[in-house]
């Protein structure tokens, strides 16, 4: 802990103002966290060790706030895993963990509403935390009407602003008011998103009438970020999310603030505002979250015995999930938009295995980038759960014969798809954008030959390409898989292709 509390030195020794106008707070940000415990064998991020520095902090000033910038129903491997009633869990987990370290605020993130309805408001429902919707609206039908958390029967609006009481040693009191923002990047049903910039721009005009300060909680990109903030120029630092980087980005004389994802650090800011001259002071400092901080022991307990359910799950499959079966030199490049949208590193790889598995007797190998969940890097030693994380939902690999005329088809649906999970992954595969011809081995497809292909058995089921199925026309051969093969599970394979590495 001497890392830690060289920190509270930095942050405390001169946080006692002898100004009676003046009053000094604290907030912790952090987003985009689907992981509970901690990554990297226990060595970075996990929620036990956010909730020391939480409650470290606190200790030091009673005026403490932990905000959440959205993205931490979904996704998650622990999420996928079902119950004795057959649920899936889908963010339940993190749901009490977070309770029990009591954030503060929350916004939605983007990934909140890849849920559907009935376990986006069970999660709701089981939050302790406050949320923030200033652009979110739900949807039914015709109809908009606030989100709300239901407990006992009563049901509590989640408003588009929420303000916080401040007081000091000395008396002065000050009101902070937050508003929210969330992307609009994840369709459903349920949710309308609004307009994610007139809409906090609009209660920002209302609310700076009715508060000493106003601060930004939002989950949008930094180009977003970046335009909210000239718009809002009176908010001296936004706390967002959906980029998985640090950052702190100066916009005139706004800071936008962004911790890694899954809690590898966390953002502290002091921050002092005079009443009298409504001037506000911000310090920063990125703090990471590794072996230096202890773990909450409240929390790591919570945390463990979900843990011990994953392990029950994962020892089905595998004999030791958190052996380390590769060591990555470089970031292996899992997040969603990317996944998408481009050829990734990890999807090479992914795409790769799958051809290996069959001794690369192959043409060629794909899947849908939507498969791959994990909505991050992976760098350092990676364990079979690390896979379990990439690719959740598992499923078999199938090797086909099909037609040049289907595959060429296939493979112009997931390009035009780009942006959505129907984006193909691959593997020796190129597309020559000059000509606009796919090759596969070095050579453009030929419309009537026969080509033996990898792919994986979602994709067959035509749901994100409805032409491509086990009987569509131009599928020649499904070839079955024994029980006792890899390719009944593609995270086996992916694991057995880093294993030889």
Known sequence: MKKLALLFVILFLFSCSKNEDTLEFIVINVND???IDALGGGKVGGLARVATLYDSIKKENKNTLLVHGGDFLNPSLLGTIKDEKGERYSGKQMVEVMNAVGFDLVAFGNHEFDLKYSDFQKRLNESEFQWIATNIKLKSGDKLEPFYVEKEGVKKTIPKTVTFNFKDDDGTEITVGFLSSTINSTPNDYVDYGDLYQ????????????????????????????????????????????????????????????????????????????????????????????????????VERIVQRWNVLLDKKLKLILDDPYEVVF?????????????????????QLIAASMSTNFDDEVDCA??????????????????????????????????????????????NFGRLKAGTGAYLQRHNIDYNSENKTWV??????????????????????????????????????????????????????????????
């Open 327 to 347: 060591n990555a030199k470089s970031p292996l490049d899992g997040r969603d938009t990317e996944t998408r949208s481009i050829q990734t590193n990890l999807g």
């Open 366 to 411: 794909f899947l849908n980038g939507g498969s791959i969940r994990i909505d991050d890097e992976l760098l350092g030693d990676i364990t079979g759960v690390d896979i379990f994380r990439v690719l959740p939902f598992g499923g078999e690999i199938n090797k086909v014969e099909m037609t040049g005329l289907l595959l060429e088809k296939t493979l």
């Open 33 to 35: 966290i689907y992981e």
């Open 440 to 501: 596969v081995g070095g050579k453009p497809i030929i419309s009537d030959k026969v080509y033996t292909v990898v792919l994986t058995d979602y994709l067959l089921l035509g749901l994100d390409i409805p032409f491509l199925k086990a009987n569509s026309e131009g599928m020649l051969k499904v070839y079955d898989n024994k029980p006792e093969d890899a390719a009944s599970d593609i995270r086996k394979v992916v694991i057995n292709y880093l294993e030889e590495l």
């Open 199 to 298: 809409d906090p721009i609009n209660l920002n005009k209302a609310l700076q009438s009715k508060v000493d300060l106003v601060l930004g909680l939002t989950h949008v990109t930094i180009a977003q970020d970046k335009m909210l903030a000239n718009s809002m120029p009176n908010i001296p630092i936004i706390f967002g999310g959906h980029e998985h980087t640090n950052m702190m980005v100066p916009v005139g004389d706004v800071v936008i603030s962004k911790a890694d994802a899954n809690a590898r650090t966390a953002y502290v800011h002091k921050i002092t505002f005079n009443k009298s001259t409504k001037k506000t002071t911000i310090q920063s400092e990125l703090v990471k979250l590794n072996e230096s901080i202890a773990p909450s022991k409240k």
